[in-house]
Structure formats: C-alpha cells, structure tokens
C-alpha cells in the first residue's frame, strides 16, 4: 500500500496512526506539510529512521523546496516530484490518504 | 485489484472509509456518512472504520440543541437498513480516549491495530475525509 | 492506468486543490487518463467563477478549467455539498429560487454517486484534503 501524509507530525497524528497501522513494506510519501517529518535532527527524526527500517520513505521534492527544508531532509529518504508520486500510485495496489 | 469480482451487471470493490475526526468541530463525519448512505445503493462491499477523534462519532449521548446544529448520530443506526454492517473501532483509540464499547450507540466489532492493518490491506478504494 | 481524484478543499486555504492539480496534470503528461476529478466538503469551493485572486499568484479555478478543457476532463462538484455552500448552476439556481448562477467552465454539478462511480471504474482513487 502506499501511504500519502500530508500534514506535519508536530500539528497531526496521521503519521503516528498511520505507522500504527502500515504494513511492513509499505510505501510511505510525505507531501504538503507531511514533509516536515523529514527535517534532520528534529524530535521526530528517530520515528522516521525507525520507518526507514520497515518502510520505503519518500517525500515529494517541491513540497521540501517551497518549504526551504531540501538541504535538511534526512538521508535514506527517496525524493520524488509528481511524476514520481503518480508512479508510486500507479505501482501500488493500493493508496491511502492520511489527512 | 486482486480483490475485484465481477458479479452479474457490475463490479465489486471492497470501499473502506476511514473515520478520524470527531463530529461537529468540522463537517468530514457528517458528510462522509452521506456518502456511506448514497454509496450503499451502489451494493459495493463497505467497511468502515473509527479510529482517533472518529471513534467520538459514534458515542452515545450527542445532545446538540445547544449548538443548534443537527445531531446526526442516530443516522449510524441506520446504516444497518441500508447493508451497512461492517463498523470497525480501533481498541488503541477507544482505550487513549477512556472509552469502552458500551460508550458506542452502534454494534461495532473492535479490532487492534493490527487487524486494522490487514483490514486495510484487504480493500480496493480508501476514502479519507 | 485511470485515475480518479477527490478533492476535499477548497482553493488557497488548503494546499489539497494545488496538489490534486499538479498530481493530475502529472499523470496527463504521463500518458494516464483521468477519470474524474470529484470535489467534495469545501472542494466545491474550486468550482465557483467569482474569484478574482490576486494577478500575481496562479488562478486555482482557471487552470482546472483550463486543463479541463484541454484534456476533456469531467471535474464534477458534489450537489449536497455545493447546496451548503453556494455553489449553482443554471438548474440548482431555478430549483432552489436563486438569484445567480456561480458553476465555472468545466464543472458540473452531480451527485455523490459520481464518487462511488469513480471508485468502482478507476483503477487507483487518490484524495487530496486537510
């Protein structure tokens, strides 16, 4: 399944709830202001290293750039643009939105 | 799609609609459970779920004369008239938020996390409001 | 692949409708085809011709008309939720004894089954919202 979260992990539980409930070998795309959960060094960093173990990460590009957070993002983090997210909808049997 | 089946003049998919909002502070329970009952009448095989906030959507008790707003919780009980059944309430939800099964106005089959997540994993369409 | 779209917001408050845009015009370029963008909640909201946002910043409204057209897209606008909100054609403005008429080029005005529909013809749904 591939996961889409859209909203912060300081503001939202989507990303708690949805790792609650994520079957290991997921995908799971970051967007809009889910991207934050990618930020290097914050008190979510940790959550999202232990994700990379079980998951695939990723987390779409221009939503990082706008948000002036590209050069912070976590190593081991697939980055995608929208031709890549509608490859990882299109590649997955299914989708859900974290919202 | 593995889980499509063809039946005699149609498709069916299994739609699950997930419920994680609670009800009045914003519109999402309200009007996806307009979906729900318009769905029905499309005879796909419907699941849904509460978990988070969604859980307070189907507690008992909603008096909202104060509000003036409609309650739309007796609406839940409905749904049975409509071969809506399958009401799924996530355990880890219920328990953060001090509540039990007879908090619930509905029968709900109580599931953890991990039978949500292969719930989930069994569906074709997720909804999400 | 046949994509179906849901939009749960309306434009500027959220960035749902940016992205829901930029994902569809993605998977047009791709090749994909889209079955329908279905607005729902405040999505109905991207559907009304009365905005006029500021020169400098893109026209949510215009560019789904826009690519609407350009691509036969059927954006459809959910009736009940566009009751609640203002959003009319020419026959919810005669039903409902309406002063005026609001619907953009390339919206039209159904009912939630349009939804369902989508999930049951598509082969992927994707929900844009808060």
């Known amino acids: 399944m591939l996961h889409i979260i859209n909203k912060s992990p300081f503001e ?22 889910g991207v934050y959960a990618a930020l290097e060094g914050s008190a979510k960093a940790e959550t999202l290293r232990q994700a990379m173990q079980d998951y ?30 509608v490859d990882l909808v299109a590649e997955s049997e299914r989708v859900q939105s974290w919202l | ?59 008992k008790g909603q008096d909202t004369a104060g509000v003036e707003m409609k309650n739309f919780s007796p609406t839940y009980r ?43 994993e069994d569906q074709d369409v997720i909804l999400s409001f | 692949m046949k994509f179906a779209i849901q939009v749960n917001e309306g434009p500027y408050t959220h960035e749902a409708s940016d992205t829901a845009y930029l994902f569809t015009r993605a998977a047009l370029e791709k090749g994909h085809e889209i079955f329908r963008v279905f607005f729902y909640h405040d999505g109905v909201n991207n559907g009304t011709n009365l905005t006029t946002p500021p020169q400098d910043d893109r026209n949510i409204t215009n560019r789904w008309s826009e690519l609407a057209a350009k691509h036969n897209l059927d954006l459809v606008v959910c009736v009940a939720a566009a009751q609640r909100r203002g959003i009319v054609d020419e026959g919810e403005m005669k039903r409902n004894g309406k002063s005026a008429q609001n619907i953009a080029d390339g919206f ?23």
């Open chain 2, 78 to 120: 409905a749904l049975e008239m409509y071969d809506v059944e399958k009401l799924f309430v996530e355990k880890e939800s219920l328990d953060a938020r001090g509540l039990t099964e007879d908090d619930l106005l509905v029968p709900v089959e109580v599931m953890t996390s991990e039978q949500i997540r292969d719930l989930m």
């Open chain 2, 1 to 59: 799609m593995s889980e499509e089946m063809m039946e005699e003049g149609g498709t069916i998919k299994k739609f699950l609609y997930v419920n994680r909002k609670a009800p009045y502070g914003t519109v999402y329970a309200l009007e996806s459970l307009e979906v729900v009952l318009i769905g029905a009448a499309f005879e796909q095989d419907v699941s849904l779920v509460f978990m988070d906030d969604g859980v307070f959507q189907i507690t």
């Open chain 1, 12 to 33: 939202r539980n989507s990303l708690e709830s949805c790792l609650r409930t994520a079957t290991k070998g997921s995908t799971l795309l970051f967007i809009e202001d």
């Open chain 3, 108 to 130: 039209r005005i159904s009912g939630l089954g349009q939804l369902i529909e989508a999930g049951i013809q598509a082969d992927r749904l994707v929900v844009f919202g808060d």
């Open chain 1, 56 to 85: 695939t990460v990723c987390v779409l590009e221009p939503d990082l750039a706008a948000r002036g957070i590209a050069a912070k993002a976590m190593d081991g983090i697939k980055r995608v643009d929208y031709a890549g997210f």
